[in-house]
């Protein structure tokens, strides 16, 4: 059991190198490879058996949420029937460390006879999927890290890295942004985040209003009780102003006994930072960390309030 560490030591250090050595191996048919799949009308259809499938189907899911349409098919599945999702305008990306595969091979004349380009994942550049390709990524491997030399570990990571290259490569192709990663991705955090915009989240009702004449011993009362740490200074609809809790201390510490004599306008920031209801939680939380503040007013185009958002409202 002493050693039980130092297998698995040795076999991230021997993947991690085979993933290394792989950027050597890059050459025009990378390049072509990409220039296929970036100028695809259709979808990239990704397939592999056994080992090589599983690390296909992540590569199609990487694609396609990064803005490639993929998918991944069985090739075993072509022969009952699937064969039909297949069109001219697609590109098939075709998984296998061996380039020997029986089920895989049978597959590749029916994607031949109707002209579909054929983008090759191999660690051997001899074999007839690699004969049969429009272009070949060259995957080779010295030795597994697996023990035995047996069991797909090197390879499929050297598969998965190559996949993982050609998505990165086509994102800055074709200028993928957070906002783009945000639309396949709106069950999650990021999405949520990228696609929230201020009128989701902002506090509409119940906002601590105050004339801007209004003493600062009222004025606290009402901060206090809209509970947004803050009070806005409005006048026929107008907004003059903002107060927050930090202007009332700083207020009291300068003015002392003079204080509930001040009032609002006495303190007020006079041009506080607005935002539209449809500018995203992310430029929010943008403009908050560049002026260092808490809130943002939600204003209409005429420049009326409709809400405040707070960084705990960003909090989702």
């Known amino acids: ?160 890295a190559m996949g993982d290259a050609l998505a990165v490569a086509l994102m800055e192709l074709r200028h993928f942004q957070p906002q783009d990663f945000a639309h396949f991705h709106p069950g999650g955090e990021l999405g949520k985040r990228l696609l929230t915009t201020a009128q989701d989240v902002m506090r509409r009702d119940d906002l601590p209003i105050l004339p801007p004449d209004m003493h600062l011993g009222q004025a606290i009362i009402l901060v206090s009780k809209g509970k947004l740490g803050l009070g806005v200074a409005e006048q026929d609809g107008r907004i003059l102003g ?4 930090g202007d009332i201390r700083r207020a009291m510490e300068k003015w002392q006994a003079e204080f509930f004599d001040r009032t609002v306008s006495d303190i007020m920031t006079r041009k506080p930072k607005t935002v539209g209801p449809d500018t995203k939680i992310t430029e929010i939380q943008r403009i908050m960390h560049l002026h260092k503040i808490h809130s943002v007013l939600v204003v209409d185009g005429d420049h009326r309030l409709l809400g405040v958002v707070d960084s705990y409202s960003c909090m989702i």
Request: hydrophobic share 40%.
């Open 242 to 245: 903002i107060i927050t809790d």
């Open 1 to 160: 059991m002493s050693n039980i560490r130092e297998y698995a030591i040795r076999c991230i250090t021997e993947e991690a190198q085979a993933v290394q050595n792989l950027a050597s191996l890059l050459d025009e048919n990378f390049d072509k490879a990409v220039s296929l799949m970036f100028e695809c009308k259709g979808k990239i259809i990704v397939t592999g058996v056994g080992k090589s499938g599983h690390i296909g189907a992540k590569i199609a899911a990487t694609l396609s949420s990064t803005g490639t349409p993929s998918f991944f098919i069985n090739p075993l599945d072509v022969f009952h029937g699937d064969l039909g999702v297949m069109t001219h305008e697609d590109v098939v990306l075709a998984i296998s460390n061996s380039g020997q595969t029986d089920e895989l091979l049978r597959f590749i004349p029916m994607v031949l006879h109707n002209q579909i380009p054929i983008i090759g994942m191999t660690g051997n550049t001899q074999s007839l999927l690699a004969k049969y390709s429009t272009c070949v990524l060259n995957v080779h491997v010295e030795k597994e890290a697996c023990p035995l030399n047996l069991a797909p570990t090197s390879s499929t990571m050297t598969q998965l």
